[in-house]
């Protein structure tokens, strides 16, 4: 059974940075590519970025681009995000996700295997 363990949350000020972990056990199919989700209080769970397993091909939504990057470690086969520059706007409980399919894709319903999630607060 694949489990994902979100851990790198916390507590920032505007302008500061934190990187989040994602760490797998279990065995996943490396062809899926996996992703970083957010859900913000009272919004719905919004895709900041993917990445191929493999290949390291990445996605992100515009408002992380140049700020945020994506990367995994496939002998530790762990997923990780580089934040920097947070904003208030990025506080959300970030969660990674590991896709059913061998597409990228922003949707939630994409993917299958999920973590519990990590606070992130920027304070302004």
């Known amino acids: 059974q694949v489990q994902l363990v979100e851990s790198g949350g916390g507590l920032v000020q505007t302008g500061g940075s934190l990187r989040l972990s994602c760490a797998v056990s279990?065995?996943?199919?490396?062809?899926?590519?996996m992703a970083w989700f957010r859900q913000a209080p009272g919004k719905g769970r919004e895709f900041v970025a993917a990445?191929?397993?493999?290949?390291?091909?990445?996605v992100y939504i515009d408002s992380v681009k140049g700020r945020f990057t994506i990367s995994r470690d496939l002998a530790e086969i762990t997923m990780y995000l580089q934040m920097n520059s947070l904003k208030p706007e990025d506080t959300a409980v970030y969660y990674c996700?590991?896709?059913?399919?061998?597409?990228?894709?922003?949707?939630?319903?994409?993917?299958?295997?999920w973590g519990q999630g990590t606070q992130v607060t920027v304070s302004s």
């Open positions: 990445i191929t397993w493999v290949a390291g091909n990445t």
């Open positions: 996700a590991a896709s059913a399919s061998s597409r990228i894709s922003a949707q939630s319903s994409s993917y299958n295997i």
């Open positions: 279990g065995r996943i199919d490396s062809g899926n590519p």
